[in-house]
C-alpha cells in the first residue's frame, strides 16, 4: 500500500502500455532496439572504415580521444531511435509517452540537475581533497572548455538513451503486464548492472562495479515511479557521467573528454574499493536530493 502511495504518478506514466502488456510484445521491441541499433553503428562503422583506418577503428571503443568518445557517446542516439520505433510498432505508443508529459519531465529535469550541482561543489568544498594521489592532467582547460558544448549534448545523448532503455520502454512495459513493484524496479535494473559488467577493463573489481550499477539502475528506477517521468533520473544520471566523463576520467577507458584523469586504474582493488564505497554514498545523497526536490 506504501509503494503504490509512493508510485501513483507511475501508473499515469504507464497507463498508455496497458491495453498492449503482452511479454512478447517487449521481447519483440527490445530484438528491434537491438536490431536498430546495431545496423545503424554498423552504418558508422563503414563510413569511418573509408576516412580513417582500422586501427584507429579498433581503438574506437575505448573512448580515449575526445573525436572518439564524442562518437561512442552520439551513437547512444540509436538506441532512442529504436526505443521510438519499437514503441510505435509494438505497445502504439509515442517516445514523448515514455518520457512523461514534456513540461513536468523539463522542469523535475531542471530542477534535479540544480541538486546535483549544489550536492557536487559540496563534495568538492569538504576533505578529502585528493584522490590519494595528484590527479593527472589529460585535456588543457582551453581544449576542454570549447569541447564543453558538445561534450554536454553527447553525454545528455547517452544518459537519455540508457535512461529510456531500461526506466522508459523495459520498466514500463513490466509494469503494464505485473502488479509487483518488485518486478518492474528489480528486472530493469538487474539488467543495467549486468550491461555494466566489464571484467577486460575492470578485471577483479567487475563484480563490484555491476552491482553498483545495479544499486543506481534500482534508485532511478524508483525515482521514475515516484517523479511519474523520467527528467529526474536523467539529471542524476546526467551529473554521475559529467562528473565521470568530463571531469575525472579513468584512465582504463572513456576518457577522451576528460579534464583530469583519476590516479588509478578501475582494475586497481586497493585504490579502486574505497572510492566504490564512496561512489555508492554519493548515488544515496543524489537521490535523496532528487527526491527532496520532487517532493515525494
Known sequence: ????????????LVAPGRSKPQLWRMFLGLCVIVAVSYALNLVVFV??????????????????????????????GFLTLGVGLAA????????????????????????????????????????????GAPLIANLSWPIWLG???LSLLAVLVQVSAEELVFRGYLQQALAARFQNPLIWLGLPAALFGLAHYMPQVAGDNAVLICLWAMGFGLLMADLTARAGTLGPAIAVHFA???VAL????????L????????????????AMRPWLLVDCMTML???LAARLVIRR
Open 1 to 12: 500500500m506504501i509503494l503504490e502511495t509512493a508510485y501513483s504518478a507511475h501508473a499515469a
Open 47 to 76: 563510413v569511418l572504415l573509408e576516412i580513417t583506418s582500422v586501427a584507429w577503428l579498433a581503438n574506437l571503443e575505448k573512448g580515449n580521444t575526445p573525436v572518439a568518445l564524442l562518437i561512442l557517446l552520439a551513437s547512444f
Open 285 to 287: 545523497v543524489l537521490w
Open 147 to 149: 569541447l564543453l558544448p
Open 255 to 270: 576518457h577522451g573528454l576528460a579534464l583530469y584523469l583519476l590516479p588509478y586504474e578501475m582494475s586497481d582493488v586497493d
Open 246 to 253: 568530463l571531469i575525472f576520467g579513468s584512465p582504463s577507458s
Open 240 to 242: 554521475n557521467n559529467f
Open 88 to 131: 510505435r510498432l509494438l505497445q502504439n505508443r509515442s517516445l514523448l509517452s515514455l518520457v512523461g508529459v514534456p513540461g513536468v519531465m523539463l522542469q523535475q529535469f531542471i530542477w534535479c540537475c540544480l541538486a546535483a550541482l549544489v550536492v557536487f561543489v559540496a563534495l568538492f568544498i569538504l576533505p578529502p581533497y585528493d584522490f
